[in-house]
């Protein structure tokens, strides 16, 4: 079991080394890196937090409730439909 | 109504413009990943240094495509959650598995094996790393799948049950999603594409290497591995096109009707060469759809039916519900007023089904679900005005389907003639001309791809999904000011991000050409 636990320890360790040492000798990566980094939280950080808003999760408790809400909008919208149809 | 189109139309041109900045990216993620794939293959069979050189060239290039295009699908799904949480809903558990899926796929196999790929050089064997850049490319076409088995499903709903309770479409046959024929044909037409696209690239970048006068053996050998890679991609992507065509005719006549401008249709439908819509062609007057054009005789018989004397409907056959035996003899399908009556029945029983919900009366929501799924197959059909707002914009599908298919052509001939150059006569290859050629053509075959998704998907309007819901109902409750302030956002950031990112590639292709490749360490 010891023997075990130190070859996945091992095995771990090498895969840390892996990224660690290969983000180290990145030659043409620095800018990409910095590009990625803000993009990254231009998405998360900026767009997800302040401007796209998962609106269903937002704005009801329990997949019942978003369900309900959806049922009403799409009989809302076809009610307009219908109304548009008969002017 | 006017501020609900503003808000769908702002949605629609949104999600295009990310869709579209994505796809820059996936296509040639999908192809480079091959190429290099190949080629380490090679250094790994030869012990030729050449082929170690060489794939760390392009391997370069594929991680500066990679890194740029990271997270840029990310926010097609921010885009559904906020600006079609209706649709993002309805569609909810066929989305769930294949995307859930995908994102397996593309965290564990594409982040660690690309890993290994750029890092483990040193570190690992000669196979393994043979192994980790193979599992790379398939890694990226597993992902690639799972989102086009999504995109297919939208496009031919087909392995679910609608279930009012839940307000979504549930699977019930998860091979029935992931195996129907358009998820097929689509997954094979898409990922070959990206072949095509990635060996252009190849071509391309080598053609610049010869400009710049330097790396020839290095310019040649990837015009080789590139034009095989091409010329079988490009003749695969025309035959699963084929395949398209025929699948498109089946579930989607509106689409191929829009695609070829085609209002009235005939038993050995020809199919427009060249062509210009009329302008002035309205549903149901007598002008000619196409002006100035030629017709390749029941060529459109034979690409949609392969059966050169088939009926092929246009527009208006299809809003009338008619089609024609081989014989002239008339049948009657179900019209788009009759589809629009069905819909609306659909609807009048969901609005039931709510009432007897909160009533709290079981037996007549049983009732009224079984009204429902009676018609549901329209039940997207109820949220037309009339049946004219069935019929996609002809225009941008007939345009955007002809610069595909030429853009095609050209490739096909593209990849024969670098084939020709890199093997039989290289001097060729010297000519500037032949050069410049060779990079222009980056442009078209990117041009070439994002027509592929226009037609796909403008061709599909009105429809989210096909027949079950149009755009406009997939909207959510949002203002159309807070859209188009996120439209420009994503213009502004994508712009900017674009160029930093085509000026890190293109650097380094300068910074490549002005070194010896095969010599300096």
Known sequence: ?87 | MNDLMSVVDWSRAQFALTAMVHWLFVPLTIGLSLIVAVMETLWYRTHNEKWLRITKLWMKMFGINFACGVATGIILEFEFGTNWSNYSWFVGDIFGAPLAIEGIFAFFLESTFIAVMFFGWNKVSRGFHLASSWLTAIGVVLSALWILVANAWMQYPAGMKFDPAQMRNVMDSFSEVALSPVAINKFFHTVLSGWVLAAVFVIGVSCYLLLKKRNKEVAVSSIKIAGWIGTLGILLTMWTGDGSAVEVSRVQPMKLAAMEGLYRGQCGQGLVGIGFINPDKEIGDNNDPIVYGFEIPKGLSILAKHDANAFVPGIEDLIDGIELTANGDTIHTVSYAERIEAGRRAQSALADYEKARVAGDDLAMDLAAKRLQADYQYFGYGYLDSPQEAVPPVALTFYAFRVMVMAGGYLLLFMLAALFMAYRKQSLLSNKLVQLGGLATIAIVWICSEAGWIVAEVGRQPWVIQDLMPSRTAISSIESSSVQLTFWVFVAVFTLLMAAEIGIMVSQIKKESKRDILADK
Do not use: C, H
Request: no cysteine; charged share 25%; net charge positive.
């Open chain 1, 1 to 87: 079991m010891s023997e075990f636990s130190t070859y996945i320890s091992r095995l771990g360790r090498r895969g840390i080394d892996l990224y660690v040492d290969g983000f180290r000798s990145m030659t043409i990566g620095k800018s990409l890196w910095l590009i990625i980094i803000i993009k990254l939280i231009v998405i998360f950080f900026v767009l997800k937090l302040f401007f796209f808003p998962d609106l269903l999760q937002r704005d009801y408790d329990n997949d019942e409730d978003r369900a309900n809400a959806v049922r009403a909008r799409l009989i809302e919208n076809s009610t307009s439909s219908n109304i548009n149809q008969n002017q």
